[in-house]
């Protein structure tokens, strides 16, 4: 049977004045409620799912696009035309007899939890079924508008996992960027999906956003168990917060080994699907290198590749945005270094367990703290008996590039260790952090806001 004649099959089928779940036990019925859908639609769904799955090329699958559109609108119209019953009290439920005589059981279910005891079972259901209507009719919107804004999600093949971990604590979510999408597969594990028409870049860029946002390192599995299993366990023993650590004075002294700071995973925005759309950048490289210092553990080459990240917003933001006669790249650190005191950021939030009567946890903005930790620095600078009487521009250049990027001369090429000459270059990671971040959110304003700032969602996470 042709499509257009099954389609038209189930539409007469289907009574859209009677939804009857009096075939069902009593206990059943909240499942049902809960996941209640036209499944001869479902069916024809699923068939053209097996088709998809048999084809190879991108062509050969695009060729069925229009058959799930002409199939989620049949659906969508017979869902709107039960909820037009509904709202004008022409559609019946019906349930079984035994259910009024267990309303309790219905009342308690915590799956109905929006059943409200001050109205009968009856207006419940109503209530209920209306609800489960929208709900489905903006699931067939959400799909609708991949199929005719971004196909590549039904083109779009399994490619490899994620690691270390998951780029969401939500299962549901789907990240897309262009004509690739980042979503579970198997089990609960993350991977990239895309086609033969995807380009590597488009592949990483989504990656390196969902690291921005998350200032987590992460990695597309190889084919190698062992390779991906050593570099997933090292990405997992360092964090964005070493160089809040670093600046301890004690850190290196202490002898417990336990770490009180946390990094709490960003809670990104996505519509009631879970669907979560980035915009295309102008500037893809910006996510890459800034993804790169993420997976610098050690302060020199995560200096390196910050200092790149502000490289690339000097050429193509701040000689465009001031245009000097005569660029000097002092004069760009300290243009940047102003701005960073006044951008805000879309937060990082952390947990710190501090001593006090109760170990209560604290939830402190990682941004806050680097900010107060720069004007620490500065004050220490101005009294330093070599760096007191240079700019701030002028030791961030020196240190960041010409230090560290090239090198010193003989045995200073050697001399970095973490409690001397890490310490400095950490110091001006922490100016570069931040102006890296910057230059990111000023170059993709896109991005702005696109996690949640309020600190009260972030208390119950772990």
């Not at 939804?19 to 639609?41: G, T």
């Not at 999408?181 to 990239?192: K, L």
């Not at 006044?342 to 990682?366: D, G, M, Q, V, W």
Request: charged share 30%; glycine share 2%; aromatic share 16%.
């Amino acid at each position: 049977m042709k499509l257009n004649d099954k389609l038209i099959y189930i539409d007469k089928s289907i009574n859209e004045n009677i939804i009857d779940l009096s075939k069902y036990s009593y206990y059943e019925i909240p499942a049902i409620l809960m996941y209640f859908e036209l499944e001869e639609y479902i069916k024809i769904i699923l068939e053209l799912n097996k088709e998809r799955d048999s084809k190879i090329t991108y062509d050969e699958k695009q060729d069925l696009i229009n058959q799930y559109i002409v199939v989620y609108k049949s659906c969508k119209k017979k869902y709107n035309k039960l909820l037009r019953n509904i709202k004008d009290n022409n559609l019946e439920i019906k349930y079984p007899e035994e259910l009024e005589e267990n309303k309790e059981y219905m009342y308690k279910n915590k799956v109905l939890h929006l059943f409200d005891e001050g109205k009968s079972l009856h207006k419940n259901i109503q209530l209920y079924m209306e609800l489960k209507l929208k709900q489905r009719i903006e699931e067939i919107n959400e799909e609708l508008y991949r199929l005719k804004s971004i196909p590549s999600f039904y083109i779009n093949t399994f490619s490899t996992f994620i690691g270390p971990s998951n780029p969401s604590r939500y299962t549901k979510d789907i990240f897309f960027y262009k004509d690739v999408n980042i979503m579970v597969s198997d089990g609960n594990r993350f991977s990239v999906f895309y086609n033969e028409k995807s380009k590597e870049e488009t592949k990483n860029t989504l990656l390196g956003i969902i690291a921005y946002l998350n200032a987590t390192p992460y990695f597309y599995f190889t084919e190698n168990y062992n390779f991906n299993k050593k570099i997933g366990h090292l990405y997992e023993q360092f964090d964005l917060l070493d160089i809040l650590r670093l600046r301890d004075k004690e850190f290196f002294h202490r002898k417990d080994d336990e770490d009180k700071l946390f990094m709490i995973e960003t809670l990104i925005k996505s519509n009631k699907q879970g669907s979560i759309y980035f915009e295309e950048s102008n500037h893809e490289m910006l996510f890459e290198l800034y993804h790169a210092s993420l997976k610098q553990f050690e302060p020199l080459p995560r200096c390196v590749f910050l200092y790149r990240v502000f490289e690339y917003g000097a050429k193509y933001h701040y000689q465009k945005m001031e245009r000097p006669t005569e660029y000097k790249v002092e004069d760009a650190i300290e243009y940047y270094v102003d701005k960073i005191m006044k951008h805000k950021y879309n937060p990082l939030y952390f947990r710190t367990y501090k001593k006090t009567a109760n170990e209560s946890k604290y939830i402190e903005n990682l941004i806050c703290n680097l900010k107060k930790e720069v004007k620490i620095i500065k004050k220490e600078w101005n009294k330093h008996e070599y760096l007191k009487n240079k700019s701030i521009g002028e030791i961030i250049y020196k240190t960041g590039r010409n230090a560290v990027a090239h090198g010193g001369c003989g045995r200073l090429n050697a001399r970095y260790d973490y409690l001397n000459n890490y310490k400095h270059i950490n110091d001006v990671n922490i100016f570069l952090e931040l102006i890296a971040r910057y230059i990111i959110e000023i170059l993709n304003p896109q991005l702005t806001n696109r996690v949640e700032r309020r600190k009260k969602y972030y208390k119950n996470i772990f």
